[in-house]
């Protein structure tokens, strides 16, 4: 596809419940980011995958969170156990190195746990 | 580790005035690139301008443009003769070679007709 594909696009899921979401970045992009957006606030930095380097995952709230990427392709972030303060968008961006380029996103996926 | 420090929550300005948005930021490195970048109602991310620190010029593009000051570390934005469809959040970002991508809280921006 010509740009980042985040699915589900909505994802409503009950408290305990555990939740995949997929972001298949742009062709070549080395470097991949997940975001946490709450509602009206900022971007929460959760885990940079680039390349063949381990991953920074500083910013994971809880080992609730994990994410991989498969060599330079598909990432899957895994919320287990969802608790209500998961509900939040997850901003998933590729960007083509590690350097100055710009950082390209997908749409997001709206998580909502009753 | 990099910070990012948006000190304006919220702003609003008259269509056609001209607003600059503050941007402060935290880092030892030497050499990073700072980024704007604009968040519609749509939530679609889209850039708006970055800044190479070694590049003493100030980047512009069209009716954007930043005042990058390094030794100060700030990096604001300014918008000219702003339009309805500026309106949005716009959020300001920091990053260093082999590093995340870093970003400020955000200030939401609404253009008043």
């Known amino acids: 596809g010509a740009g980042v594909s985040q699915s589900p696009s909505n994802k409503v899921t009950e408290k305990g419940k555990d939740v995949e979401l997929r972001c298949d970045p742009i062709?070549?992009?080395?470097?991949l980011y997940w975001y946490r957006q709450r509602l009206g606030q900022g971007l929460e930095f959760l885990i940079y995958?680039?390349?063949?380097?381990?991953?920074?995952k500083s910013g994971l709230p809880s080992d609730r969170f994990s994410a991989e990427r498969t060599g330079e392709s598909v990432s899957t972030l895994t919320i287990q156990r969802t608790q209500q303060e998961d509900s939040a968008v997850y901003l998933c961006?590729?960007?083509?190195?590690?350097?100055?380029?710009?950082?390209?996103f997908g749409q997001g996926t709206r998580l909502t746990v009753v | 580790a990099q910070t990012v420090t948006q000190s304006q929550p919220e702003m609003s300005v008259q269509e056609a005035e001209t607003v600059t948005l503050s941007c402060t930021y935290d880092?030892?490195?030497?050499?990073?690139?700072l980024f704007w970048y604009k968040q519609p109602p749509s939530r679609q991310m889209i850039l708006v301008i970055r800044q190479e620190a070694y590049k003493q010029q100030n980047a512009t593009e069209n009716r954007f443009s930043v005042n990058f000051q390094k030794a100060a570390k700030s990096f604001s934005l300014k918008i000219s003769d702003s339009q309805l469809g500026d309106t949005a959040m716009y959020f300001c970002?920091?990053?260093?070679?082999?590093?995340?991508?870093?970003f400020g809280t955000g200030t939401r921006l609404t253009i008043i007709p």
């Open positions: 880092t030892s490195e030497s050499n990073y690139y």
């Open positions: 970002a920091f990053k260093a070679f082999n590093e995340k991508l870093t």
């Open positions: 961006a590729s960007s083509p190195d590690t350097w100055n380029t710009e950082a390209f």
């Open positions: 995958f680039q390349g063949n380097s381990a991953p920074d």
């Open positions: 062709s070549g992009h080395t470097a």
